[in-house]
C-alpha cells in the first residue's frame, strides 16, 4: 500500500513540474547580432506567454513586403514598461531592433522599437533596459 500510494504522489508531483518544462529556451535568437527594421506594422498580437509583433518590410533586393515576426515578453511584462495593446495600430510606420532567429527566417526577438512620435520602448522580459532608452 505504502508503495503505490509513493508512486501516485511521483506521478501527481511530475504533473506540476511538466508546465515548467515547457517554456522554451532563447537559443533560437542570435543575441550577437542586431538587426534593424523599419517598416509598417501589420498587427500587435497581444496575447500570452508572449506576444508578437508583426511588421511588413521593404527586401532590398526584390522591393517586395516581407512580414516580419517579432517575439515579445508576456502582456505583464510589456505593460510594466508602457506598451498597451493599442500602442501600435496596422499601418503605423516604426523602427525595431531585433536578435534576428539563427536559421536566418524572417523574425527574431525585440530589443527596442521606435514608435511613429520617437519614443523608445523594449523588450519587457530584458534586462538592463527594458525601455529601449539610451
Known sequence: MKAR??????VAGSLFVLP??????????????VVQLNG?????EWVNPHSWLRIMVENETTHQQQQWSIE????GQQARIGWTPTIVKPGDKIAVEINPLRDGTRGGTLLNITLPDGTKLGHGGQ????????
Open 5 to 10: 500510494a509513493l508512486g501516485l504522489l511521483v
Open 20 to 33: 515548467a518544462a515547457a517554456h522554451h529556451s532563447f537559443a533560437m535568437f542570435d543575441n550577437q547580432k
Open 40 to 44: 509598417t506594422v501589420k498587427e500587435l
Open 72 to 75: 515579445l515578453a508576456s502582456t
Open 127 to 134: 534586462r538592463g533596459n527594458p525601455r529601449g532608452n539610451n
